[in-house]
């Protein structure tokens, strides 16, 4: 990710079934950045800073999360996957 402003992800994820529950481990790397669901507004989600995990599920209706970064640094990037 990069540019200025606020920076999305171009898909929204959900866990797998059958592999643990409804959390997925996000992570941030050479930049911080906001786990987004698709109610949150322009600047709200739960942060993940410079090389931080968490473990976020969505919102129930949906369990669907994504990411966004503010004018996000070049070459960082984030990564989502199943735990």
Aim: no cysteine; charged share 15%; net charge positive.
């Amino acid at each position: 990710m990069s540019g200025n402003k606020w920076r999305y992800a171009k898909y929204w994820f959900s866990p797998a079934d059958n592999t643990g529950g409804p959390y997925l481990r996000w992570e941030s790397h050479g930049d911080s950045g906001l786990v987004i669901t698709p109610w949150s507004g322009e600047g709200q989600g739960t942060v993940i800073n410079d090389g931080q995990a968490k473990y976020i599920a969505g919102p129930y209706i949906t369990n669907q999360t994504s990411f966004s970064s503010h004018s996000p640094v070049k070459y960082s990037y984030y990564y989502v996957g199943n735990w």
